[in-house]
């Protein structure tokens, strides 16, 4: 059982817009910086994005970060086919003391 | 550019010790903390501590208390993890990953396969 809460599944077609959420707590999402990491299978976890909405160097502006309240979503627009992969958000929270993550949303690009 | 090399996959049998290796390149080893996270198969990602590369100081996550060692050697830039009474839970993929600040991990191992089988 994951601490933040993320639909386990997303999909979407060719150059379109998607959003992914993740809900959380106000020990976690509510108070701090909400980063989302991309996996490919068989592959570690790639940051995508860091502080909110950050992106490190050479992910695309396809992908930004928001938040609010509790919640937080990851957009991706532009889809294309190397997008399907299964993403992430984590984020530290204060009461556990330790980042916790979101079970995962996995999008397929129709 | 900053990269890390875990060892290889590991066969365990429940009850035995493993101990996986991450070797940091291309970045100054001591200005990051390292991260152990885990991936049981089909599953999401787990923390499970880290240690302060500076210090040695480790900080295990609650669910892996007393079993879990994490140690390094700085003169060859890597930390190592140890985990001892395996259960078969305990199989999956374990990555170390550097943070870069506020748990954003921003260099990933390729991860080690971890296998608790009788």
């Known amino acids: 059982q994951s601490v933040l809460s993320q639909p386990p599944s997303a999909s979407g077609t060719l150059g379109q817009r998607v959003t992914l959420s993740c809900s959380g707590s106000n020990s976690n999402v509510g108070s701090n910086a909400v980063n989302w990491y991309q996996q490919l299978p068989g592959t570690a976890p790639k940051l995508l994005i860091h502080?909110?909405?950050q992106r490190p160097s050479g992910v695309p502006d396809r992908f930004s970060g928001s938040k609010s309240g509790t919640s937080a979503s990851l957009d991706i627009s532009g889809l294309q086919s190397d997008d399907e992969s299964t993403y992430y958000c984590?984020?530290?929270?204060?009461?556990?003391?330790?980042?916790?993550f979101g079970g995962g949303t996995r999008l397929t690009v129709l | 550019q900053a990269l890390l090399v875990q060892s290889g996959s590991e066969l365990k049998k429940p009850g035995a010790s493993v101990r996986i290796s991450c070797q940091a390149s291309g970045y100054t080893f001591t200005s990051y903390s390292m991260n152990w996270l885990r991936q049981a198969p089909g599953q999401g990602l787990e923390w499970m501590g880290w240690?302060?590369?500076?210090?040695?100081?480790?900080m295990v996550a609650r669910g892996f208390t007393g079993r879990l060692v994490f140690s390094l050697d700085t003169s060859v830039n890597t930390v190592h993890l140890r985990i001892n009474n395996l259960v078969f839970d305990d199989s999956g993929v374990y990555y170390c990953?550097?943070?870069?600040?506020?748990?954003?991990?921003?260099?990933w191992g390729q991860g080690t396969p971890v296998t608790v089988s009788s």
């Open positions: 990953a550097r943070d870069r600040g506020f748990g954003a991990f921003d260099v």
């Open positions: 240690i302060d590369t500076a210090s040695g100081n480790p």
């Open positions: 502080s909110q909405n």
């Open positions: 984590a984020v530290w929270d204060d009461t556990l003391g330790v980042p916790v």
